[in-house]
């Protein structure tokens, strides 16, 4: 079983939500910094939203900012993405991930653990 466990993807309409979320059974949960990325089909996977360790200031691709809201409970080891005001280019798998490290940076080779993915497609 993966450490890291998404869910909450589904088929949504073109402006509607979905709310994600990632489920660690790690010890170092609370010691990783988490991200959230994207992959859609023939296309690379790319990064969407990250948030330190502890918490607090978020980063996000320019194409979901404003849109996207990413947030962790590390007393629950849970790390969320909410996203808002979806759009068919927001149709991928959304891959949870974390690294041992302070800070959520951009790079996905730089994450040591991934989860399986949840499917978000959204129509027109």
């Known amino acids: 079983q993966a450490q890291l466990v998404e869910s909450g993807g589904g088929l949504v309409q073109a402006g509607g939500s979905l709310r994600l979320s990632c489920a660690s059974s790690s010890r170092t949960f609370s010691s990783s910094a988490m991200g959230w990325f994207r992959q859609a089909p023939g296309k690379e996977r790319e990064f969407v939203a990250g948030i330190p360790r502890g918490g607090g200031t978020t980063s996000y691709a320019d194409s979901v900012k404003g849109r996207f809201a990413i947030s962790r409970d590390n007393a629950k080891n849970t790390v969320d993405l909410q996203m808002n005001s979806l759009k068919p280019e927001d149709t991928a798998v959304y891959y949870c991930?974390?690294?041992?490290?302070?800070?959520?940076?951009?790079?996905?080779?730089?994450?040591?653990?991934w989860g399986q993915g949840t499917q978000v497609t959204v129509s027109s």
């Open positions: 991930a974390a690294r041992l490290g302070t800070f959520a940076i951009r790079d996905s080779s730089q994450y040591t653990a």
